[in-house]
């Protein structure tokens, strides 16, 4: 079974590891610069760094090559095949998702988390599940997940719905908006610590440099482990989203997918399996 991912951040990369280690075939979509901060756990590193990369124990493998003309396309389906022939993850530079019109997948995911649909239809595959709130199951999608941390975290939806966005994040350790590190102006974003180490709260984990030459610096409001950061040379807009500290304070979980990208993930197994066998049944 192949499965288009549209997206390939932390909650993505938890979707793929769960499909991958089903039996699936993964690819996925990506934009040009990704702007990922829990860049240890996220596939979506395997185009930026131009390489093949590993979250946890499964490889991903950057496909170079854009659909630029049909003749291309096809040297891009090679080469996309044979990474899947090596059981290896495909990511592609691939903002719109148009390669779901020549890989042909059996189900699409539509994992960008934009908190709104953009462009994802129930028409692109015989299976559409879609990530979070924005979405509709039985009118852009055939199932929903949710992403909301609380007693309905992974559940399918197949009428209706996820709970609307809230603006707050979810509650860990008992911190929910002083653990998102938000850019303090806008310019370029240079980093000062490392995901994985521990910071206090006042500590300076990156700085935005502005236009001017002027450097803002980008304190941590709480103490833990930063889990994520943006790559040195990111540009920023004012109070773009650029790290995370996580109050938890174990290193070593800033490099395995999160419990709520795992749960997400057996979600979306559940609506792929349910919604392709479905289909099969169907077809006698």
Known sequence: MLVLIRGAGDIASGIALRLYRAGMDVVMTEIPHPTAIRRTVCFSEALRLESEIRVEDV????VLRKPADKRN???LREQVFSILGSRKIAVIEDPDASSKEWLQPDALVDAILAKKNLGTGITDAPAVIAVGPGFTAGLDCH???ETKRGHTLGRVIYEGTAIPNTGVPGNIGGYTTERVLRAPAA?????????????EAGDTAA????PDGSRVPLCCHIGGVLRGLLPDGTPVEMDMKSGDVDPRDVGKNCYTAS???????????EAVLNL?????????
């Not at 700085?207 to 502005?210: A, F, I, K, N, P």
């Not at 990208?261 to 979306?268: E, I």
């Not at 392709?276 to 006698?284: A, D, E, F, I, Q």
Request: glycine share 14%.
């Open 59 to 62: 490889a991903a493998v950057p």
């Open 73 to 75: 396309r096809e040297k």
């Open 143 to 145: 199932a929903v997940i």
């Open 187 to 199: 310019g370029i974003f240079h980093t000062v610590r490392k995901i994985g180490e521990h910071v």
């Open 207 to 210: 700085y935005v440099e502005q």
């Open 259 to 269: 419990d709520k990208a795992l749960a997400v993930g057996g979600g979306v197994l």
């Open 276 to 284: 392709t066998g479905k289909l099969r049944m169907s077809r006698g």
